[in-house]
C-alpha cells in the first residue's frame, strides 16, 4: 500500500432522478492489482464503472486516476490517459472487420489524420499503419484470434466477440483496463482462456485490472482484493478471504441463511 | 476473399487497395482503356462518361458522410452548386487559374460544410435531416439574391480549363480532366477509409458509445465527416461548372439532393467503388429508358395502348419504378451484386 494508487474514488455517488444508483462510494486501485466489484444485480457496479470511464458524471465526489481528477474529463481524453474498457452487452463495430476493430483502439497513439491519411503513401500515413499493425498482430497472437483478422465482427460467435473487444481495450496500451462482465454467458472452457487471459494481462503485460464479475469462483481465484456493492453502497472491502468472511456480505450478497452457498464460495476461495 | 495460393508475406501486402493482382492489372488495364477513349467514342457518349465522373465524386463525398458516418444529409446539391458557384467567382473576381480554383472551390465548400455540419455534433437521425434540409433552403436563397456571387437567376458563365496553354474546352480534351479528379478522390477516399481518421468515422456508425471509450471525440469526427463530403461535393461542382461553361441557380435544388442520395443507396452505402457505380447507374438509366422509349414509339405496342406523347412520362415513371425495385431486391446496392458476382467465378463450378 506504500504506492500511490492508480485509481481512487472518493465518495462518488450517482443519482438518476430519484434513484440512488451509487451513494457515498469510496475506494482505491493500486497498481499492478487485479481489483474486482462484486454484488448482486442492480448494486450499481456497471455504474461505478461508467463513471470511471466516463459514460455518466457522478452526482457527487471525485475520480482521480493517477493522482489527477478525471472527474469532468471527457470520455475520449480518457482513452488517451491510459484507461481502456470492455462493455458488459459487446459494444464492437459490428460491420468492421477484427482487425480495424482493434486498430480503432490504436486511435489516440496514431498521430496521422485525415489529410496525411489521404495522401498515405506521401507524409507517413503508411509507415505509422504498418508500425502499429505489426503491435496489434502481436495482441492478435496472445488472444488466439489469428484465424478471425480479417472476419467481419458482427458476424462472430460470442465468445470471441469477446476476445475480440478484450484486445481492442488492449490496443489502447491502458494502464488500467475495465473489463465488465468479461466471463458473463461463457462456458467453462471459455472462463478458464479468460481467467488465463486477465492473469497474463496483469503479471506480463503489467495492466491494472479492474473487474466485475459475477462468477465467485473466479473472482476469488484472481482479484488481489475485492469491493461489494449492495443497493449502491460499499459493504465490504479486502482480500478475497476477508470479503467472504464478512458478515455483511454474507447477508446480502450470499443469501441470508443458506450456509450451503456460502461454504461453497468460501471453498472456492481457498486455494 | 482470395484465390488459393495467394499469401501475404508482410503487413504492407496486406493492406493494399486492390488486393489481388489480376484486380490491379484489372485496373491498369481499365484506366489505360478510358485513356483511349476519347479516341473511339463520341462526343455525346464521352458526355456521360465526363456526368458519370462529376457525379461520382459528390456522391462520394455524400457516401462519405452518409454510408460511412452514418449520417444523413439531404443538403448535398446545394453544396455541389456553393463549389460551382465559388470556382467561377474565384476565376472572375482573383482571377486565379481555373485549373486552381477547382481545389480552391472545394476547400470554400469545405469550410461552408463545417458550418452547416455543425448542428451534426449534437443532432443525429430525422432532426439532422431536417437541419440539413434548412442548409439546402439558406444555401439556394443565398444562390439567387447574392449577385455578385452567382450572378442572380441570369445564372453566370465560367471559362473553361486551362493548363500551360493547354484548354480542355471539349468533352474530349475535358474528359481527362475529370478522370484525373476521379481518380485523386477516389484513391484518397480509399486511403481514408484504411487509416486513422476513416476508421474512427466508421466507428462512430457503428457504436458511437464504445467509439468514444477508445478515444474518439465525436463532435469533432461528425463535423469533420460533413467538411469532408463538403470538400468533395464542391469539387465536383467546380468540375461541373467548368464542363458546362455556364452555371445556374435552378440545377442545385433538393431534386438533385435526392438524386446523389439514390445514386449512394443505390451504389451501396458505405463502399469507395460502390458510390462510382452508383452515379453511373443513376447517370445511364434515363438513356436507358429512353432507348427503350424510342423503341416503342411507333410500335405496335405503342398503337394499341395510344401511348403517343405519354411514352416520355413512362420514362420517368420507370426511373422511379427501377429505384424502389433497387430498395426492395438489392438495398445493400451494386458494390455487393458486384462481389458476389467475383466470388462467383472465383468458385465456379462450387458454391461454397
Redesign the interface.
Known amino acids: 500500500m506504500a504506492a500511490e494508487p492508480i485509481l481512487a474514488a472518493a465518495h462518488v455517488s450517482l443519482r438518476f432522478g430519484g434513484v440512488r444508483a451509487l451513494t457515498d462510494v469510496s475506494f482505491h486501485v493500486n497498481p499492478g492489482e487485479v481489483f474486482s466489484i462484486i454484488g448482486p444485480n442492480g448494486a450499481g457496479k456497471t455504474s461505478m464503472v461508467n463513471c470511471i470511464?466516463?459514460?455518466y458524471r457522478p452526482t457527487e465526489g471525485r475520480v482521480l486516476f493517477d493522482g489527477r481528477d478525471i472527474t469532468h474529463l471527457?470520455?475520449?481524453?480518457?482513452?488517451?490517459l491510459g484507461i481502456?474498457?470492455t462493455?458488459q452487452n459487446l459494444?464492437?463495430?459490428?460491420?468492421?472487420t477484427v482487425l480495424?476493430n482493434i486498430?480503432?483502439?490504436?486511435?489516440?497513439l496514431?498521430r496521422?489524420?485525415?489529410a496525411t491519411?489521404?495522401?498515405?503513401w506521401l507524409g507517413g500515413?503508411?509507415r505509422e499503419?504498418?508500425a502499429h499493425?505489426?503491435e496489434v498482430?502481436e495482441i492478435i497472437d496472445f488472444l488466439e484470434i489469428q484465424h478471425v483478422r480479417k472476419a467481419v465482427a458482427g458476424t462472430l460467435p460470442y465468445g470471441l466477440r469477446k476476445r475480440v473487444e478484450l484486445a481492442?481495450a488492449i490496443a489502447?496500451k491502458p494502464k488500467l483496463i475495465l473489463l465488465d462482465e468479461p466471463m458473463a454467458g461463457m462456458n467453462l472452457e471459455e472462463k478458464e482462456d479468460m481467467a488465463r487471459y486477465i492473469l497474463d494481462l496483469n503479471e506480463e503485460w503489467g495492466m491494472t485490472v479492474l473487474m466485475i464479475e459475477h462468477d465467485m469462483g473466479v473472482v476469488m481465484d484472481i482479484s488481489h482484493r475485492v469491493m461489494v456493492l449492495d443497493f449502491g453502497r460499499k459493504i465490504a472491502e479486502g482480500t478475497p478471504e476477508h470479503v467472504m468472511a464478512d458478515e455483511h456480505v454474507r447477508r446480502a450478497y450470499l443469501g441470508q441463511a443458506d450456509e450451503a452457498v456460502a461454504e461453497d464460495a468460501a471453498e472456492a476461495a481457498a486455494p | 476473399m482470395t484465390p488459393a495460393g495467394d499469401f501475404r508475406t508482410s503487413?504492407?501486402a496486406?493492406?493494399t487497395i486492390f488486393p489481388t493482382r489480376n484486380s490491379r492489372i484489372a485496373l491498369w488495364l481499365g484506366l489505360a482503356l478510358l485513356c483511349a477513349a476519347p479516341l473511339a467514342l463520341g462526343r455525346y457518349e464521352l458526355g456521360l462518361l465526363v456526368n458519370i465522373g462529376i457525379m461520382g465524386i459528390a456522391a462520394l463525398g455524400l457516401n462519405i458522410l452518409v454510408g460511412f458516418t452514418g449520417q444523413i444529409s439531404i443538403g448535398h446539391a446545394a453544396f455541389f452548386g456553393f463549389g460551382a458557384f465559388a470556382s467561377a467567382w474565384l476565376h472572375d473576381a482573383a482571377h486565379i487559374p481555373v485549373a486552381l480554383c477547382i481545389p480552391l472551390a472545394g476547400v470554400m465548400t469545405a469550410a461552408v460544410g463545417l458550418v452547416f455540419g455543425a448542428p451534426a455534433a449534437r443532432l443525429k437521425g430525422l432532426y439532422l435531416a431536417i437541419a440539413t434540409l434548412a442548409a439546402q433552403f439558406i444555401l439556394e436563397d443565398f444562390f439567387a439574391r447574392a449577385q455578385w456571387f452567382t450572378g442572380g437567376v441570369a445564372g453566370r458563365i465560367t471559362e473553361p480549363f486551362e493548363i500551360l496553354g493547354w484548354r480542355a474546352d471539349r468533352e474530349e480534351s475535358f474528359f481527362y480532366v475529370v478522370l484525373a479528379w476521379v481518380v485523386i478522390m477516389f484513391v484518397?477516399?480509399a486511403?481514408?477509409m484504411?487509416?486513422?481518421?476513416?476508421?474512427?468515422l466508421?466507428?462512430v456508425?457503428?457504436?458511437y458509445?464504445?467509439?468514444?471509450?477508445?478515444?474518439?471525440?465525436?463532435a469533432y469526427y461528425r463535423t469533420?465527416s460533413f467538411g469532408?463530403a463538403s470538400f468533395y461535393a464542391g469539387v465536383a461542382g467546380a468540375l461541373y461548372a467548368h464542363y458546362l461553361l455556364f452555371v445556374s441557380v435552378e440545377a442545385f435544388n433538393i431534386l438533385l439532393s435526392i438524386q446523389f442520395l439514390g445514386m449512394v443507396i443505390i451504389g451501396g452505402l458505405?463502399s469507395v467503388s460502390g458510390s462510382l457505380m452508383g452515379a453511373a447507374f443513376m447517370v445511364l438509366l434515363p438513356e436507358v429508358v429512353q432507348a427503350g422509349a424510342d423503341a416503342l414509339a411507333g410500335g405496335a405496342i405503342d398503337r394499341a395502348l395510344r401511348l403517343g406523347a405519354s411514352i416520355s412520362f413512362l420514362r420517368e415513371m420507370a426511373i422511379g419504378a427501377v429505384i424502389i425495385l433497387f430498395l426492395i431486391f438489392e438495398p445493400d446496392g451494386l458494390a455487393r451484386r458486384w462481389r458476389l458476382i467475383k466470388a462467383y467465378w472465383k468458385l465456379y463450378p462450387y458454391s461454397h
Not at chain 1, 471527457?74 to 488517451?80: D, E, F, I, T
Not at chain 2, 458509445?209 to 465525436?218: D, Q
Open positions: 470511464s466516463g459514460r471527457r470520455p475520449s481524453r480518457r482513452a488517451g481502456g474498457r462493455f459494444a464492437l463495430f459490428g460491420h468492421m480495424d486498430m480503432v483502439g490504436r486511435h489516440h496514431l496521422h489524420g485525415f491519411g489521404m495522401l498515405y500515413a503508411q499503419e504498418l499493425r505489426r498482430e481492442r489502447l | 503487413y504492407r496486406d493492406t484518397g477516399a486511403n481514408l484504411r487509416t486513422r481518421d476513416g476508421r474512427a466508421v466507428a456508425r457503428d457504436h458509445l464504445s467509439a468514444e471509450i477508445m478515444g474518439i471525440n465525436l469533420l469532408i458505405g
